[in-house]
């Protein structure tokens, strides 16, 4: 596979509504996830390791955390061609930012005209995955697609929640339905699944450049790939397959982690997906080291756990802790950690997140809470415990009773 030939462009200007109030301050893609990555971080790792190394990554949405994680921690070889560039919004082809996901590339053409790649790859910066793209690369010249798109198999029930594909015996696309209110086609072959798209694609470039061109003139055009871009090389006919992604596989994957794909949109879901880490067996596996999840390196200490006597008992149990946190005689149970977390004396803290910098008191406790960066919990405070008082207060509670902390509150 000659991957010095594709171009890789990644959407991260996303401004994550839902996510909210996580995105208060940062793009979707830059939002913390599993302790010491960001979500960004996993698409990256698809391309690079998969062999990709020309990488562009599109911002627009508060994107200076987003910007300093890429400089700091993605820093490829450029004596041999290798980068991983930020592009901002800058208005290149009117004083407009970008409208759409397809409008976003249309602004930075000039990136493709310029590098001339023969395929380019258009994917999501904002979901958690794994996934060999040269697979996927592979497919699309096999059938001499002009589009290929990636997608999952969802239960029919769920087709409401997704962009829906339908596809012929040869998995080549005939219809896209963005979030149905019908029943739409199911898989061809299994009458309880249908297909949801992931919102990753591989163009032939000529298809991809001429589509864009012929878009941008539309003004009745929503500039969006699901909307506008995929249903009119559709009915010009354009040569376009779907990839199934559940037959993806990359090395020592386990069983469990094939077909493993979370649209962590909604503060639940993220929630979830979080949790889903620290489980026994989970269905992804960060500790693999033929497919390893790279992020920027902290310069912390190691995690630091303290027992004393008169039951100040350090001890995390079920949890993922990160370089630079001190338990000092707390206890925690099915919890997320980013670097430099204090743990007080005496505090309890179960099936929560708490990310960067955040020191819970003594006497606290707190359950089923995502605590923002930067946060100082004075001792005897409750967090989660009565969501009426979390609303009260001002924090952030979701229907499944997440209550979420934003950055720097003073509590």
Known sequence: MKTDETLVMILAGGEGKRLFPLTRDRAKPAVPFGGRYRIIDFVLNNFVNSGYFKIKILTQYKSDSLNKHITRGWNLSSSINQYVDLVPAQMRTNASWYKGTADAVFQNLNIILDEAPKYVCVFGGDHVYKMDVSQMHAYHKEVNADLTISAIPVPLELASEYGIIEVDENWRLTNFIE??????????????????????????????????????????????????????????????????????????????????????????????????????????????????????????????????????????????????????????????????????SFSNVCESILMENVNVGRNCEIKKAIIDKNVDIPSYTKIGVSKEDDIKRGFYVTKNGITVVPKGAVL
């Not at 001890?315 to 630079?324: I, K, P, Q, R």
Request: proline share 6%; with cysteine; hydrophobic share 35%.
């Open 179 to 344: 979030k149905p209110t019908i029943k739409p086609k199911t898989i061809p072959g299994n009458d309880k699944m249908c297909l949801a798209s992931m919102g990753n694609y591989i163009f032939t470039t000529k298809e991809l450049v001429s589509a864009l061109n012929e878009d941008a003139l539309n003004q009745n055009s929503n500039n969006d790939f699901g909307k506008d871009i995929i249903p009119q090389m559709l009915k010009e006919g354009k040569s376009i397959f779907v990839y199934d992604f559940s037959k993806n596989e990359v090395p020592e994957m386990l069983e469990s982690e094939k077909g493993y794909w979370r649209d962590v949109g909604t503060i639940d879901a993220y929630w979830s997906a979080n949790m889903d880490l620290i489980s026994h067996s989970p269905e992804l596996n960060l500790y693999s080291k033929a497919w390893p999840i790279r992020t920027y390196n902290y310069n912390d200490p190691p995690a630091k756990f303290i027992w004393e006597e008169n039951d100040r008992i350090g001890m995390a149990t079920n949890s993922l802790v990160s370089e630079g946190c001190v338990i000092s005689g707390g206890c925690l149970s099915k919890c997320i950690l980013s670097p430099q977390v204090r743990i007080n």
